[in-house]
């Protein structure tokens, strides 16, 4: 990481520039820097993250705009309903690094660049798909019922008000026609799912047990 800051330093307006890191020279560049502060956060080492969100600065300031190391966490379910000083996920800040979110916007922005995006597109694809899954977060629910068809994407659920709802699973194929079935969910008011019934196709609410991975 000193490499890194004697490197900010130097590097004043140019686009990208070379660290020493073991003899090897290096190019840091941007997709580094946000790949670097993800993985950082994740080790929990903010001042590392931090190093790497000031070269991001210097080298793509577009990309830096606005962003803050507060952005990668995210709002505690369990102080939602009463504020808890004593809570093992966020210690009653409210807010807290979930590694499955983290992992998820750096395998998601891993994807696209390796699809051929540029950093930058490929970074505000990740960033968005993380905000619009963290702002969802306190959406949770509680579900209860019993499995009404297996799917190859998830279940059909029959509530125990008799209303069926989809549940995207990432493994339905271990569970059965009947069986019992509670936990949490999220509403994804955007999609729905189609099944057929007789010789009609019905549409109902899509739910998933997991934010954060792709439905
Ligand atoms: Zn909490």
Known sequence: MKKLITCLLMAGAISVCATDFYGVKLVVGAD???SGMIQNLLDGDRASAKAH????????????KGLSLLDFEIPCIDCAAKRSADCKLCGGKLL???PAALRYLQETFKAALGNGEPVEKA?????????ERKALVLSRKPFKGTVFRVETDGILLKGDDGKI????????SGLKRGQSAEGHCWLIKELSHSYREGETFKSVPFYVRNLWWDY
Not at 53 to 64: N, Q
Not at 123 to 131: L, P, Q, T
């Open 123 to 131: 970074w505000v694809f990740a960033k968005r798909m993380f905000d």
């Open 53 to 64: 969100l000031e070269h991001l600065s210097v080298i793509a300031p577009k990309l830096a």
């Open 32 to 34: 580094d820097d946000l």
């Open 96 to 98: 807290w690094i979930n």
């Open 165 to 172: 709802v989809f549940l995207a699973e990432e493994n339905p």
